[in-house]
């Protein structure tokens, strides 16, 4: 069975920075040979995609944090991280990250971690 | 960056009554729309992939149907345990975009 678990989120001021882990494991399961994800849910309950990382190392980002969010894999760790600088208010959210996984019709999130609440406010 | 509303944003129903949830996306993306249910403080749940394929596991009273713009979620036979929030999804073009979500609650 896979497992993903988030960590890294909290209470922050705005313009501040977090890094959120997505930490894997079970049955054999390599972040850096699946396509990870980044979703955000947010306190009025919308879910917003973020951010993905092929397996490739080709990363993709939400135009609303594209220049602030990185997305990164540590193989040694099998962690995926989400880098978030200059945050804002409106980042505010549980942020969940889950494997985006490739089959010949898309891609489709099935495995999710439980998630990491980001609150941004002073 | 695609568009997806879903309709109705919420709806009452029954214990053994059959529902269904549309999905439109603003351009056609083939069969790449995906399902998830969604429960106050857990993570979503994948219900169905490409439209049609159920999950392992997800219980065969779900069906999904449709292609091009137009999409379904139907449940044959609620069950208490199908109250809930659910979300299409799709996976045609970055960004990943959702629909606003149709809250199913109790009549």
């Known amino acids: 069975e896979v497992q993903l678990v988030e960590s890294g989120g909290g209470l922050i001021q705005p313009g501040g920075s977090l890094r959120l882990s997505c930490a894997a494991s079970g049955s054999g399961f390599l972040v850096i040979s699946n396509y990870m994800t980044w979703v955000r849910q947010t306190p009025g309950k919308a879910l917003e995609w973020v951010s993905v990382i092929y397996s490739g190392g080709d990363t993709y980002y939400a135009d609303s944090v594209k220049g602030r969010f990185t997305i990164s894999t540590d193989s040694s760790k099998n962690t995926v991280y989400l880098q978030m600088n200059s945050l804002r208010a409106e980042d505010t959210a549980v942020y969940y990250c889950?494997?985006?996984?490739?089959?010949?019709?898309?891609?489709?999130?099935?495995?999710w971690g439980q998630g990491t609440l980001v609150t941004v406010s002073s | 960056d695609i568009q997806m509303t879903q309709s109705p944003s919420s709806l009452s129903a029954s214990v053994g009554d059959r529902v269904t949830i549309t999905c439109r996306a603003s351009q056609s993306i083939s069969n790449y729309l995906n399902w998830y249910q969604d429960k106050p403080g857990k993570a979503p749940k994948l219900l169905i992939y490409a439209a049609s394929t159920l999950q392992s596991g997800v219980p065969s009273r779900f069906s999904g149907s449709g292609f091009g713009t137009d999409f379904t979620l139907t449940i044959s036979s609620l069950q208490a345990e199908d109250f809930a929030t659910y979300y299409c999804q799709q996976s045609h073009t970055i960004p990943r975009t959702f629909g606003q979500g149709t809250k199913l609650d109790i009549k």
């Open positions: 889950a494997r985006d996984r490739y089959r010949g019709s898309g891609t489709y999130f099935d495995y």
